[in-house]
């Protein structure tokens, strides 16, 4: 029984840490969502980017005010729902 414990969550994180990243909107019920912007700095930090603050841009997309490797504040606009680098 143990086992089949231990391999049943092996498994389900696998499974977990498969799963693309998604930016977090909750929906409000009046046909708005909510923006999770802390959410969104935690998961951009998981994938190397040093974002100081991040604002839903619209249209799909999230700008970010990352740090750059030379220390200088740079703009970076992802994809709203995988996080994914957009290039304008």
């Known amino acids: 029984m143990n086992k089949t414990i231990a391999i049943a969550l092996a498994a389900a994180t696998v499974l977990a840490s498969a799963a693309p990243a998604f930016a977090e909107k909750r929906d409000l019920g009046n046909g708005t969502t909510d923006f999770g912007a802390l959410s969104t700095l935690s ?45 304008r």
């Open 43 to 87: 998961i951009l930090a998981d994938k190397g980017y040093n974002a100081v603050r991040v604002e839903n841009y619209g249209g799909g997309k999230v700008l970010a005010f990352v740090i750059d490797e030379n220390g200088s504040q740079v703009l970076r606009f992802f994809d709203e729902d995988t996080l994914a680098p957009v290039v």
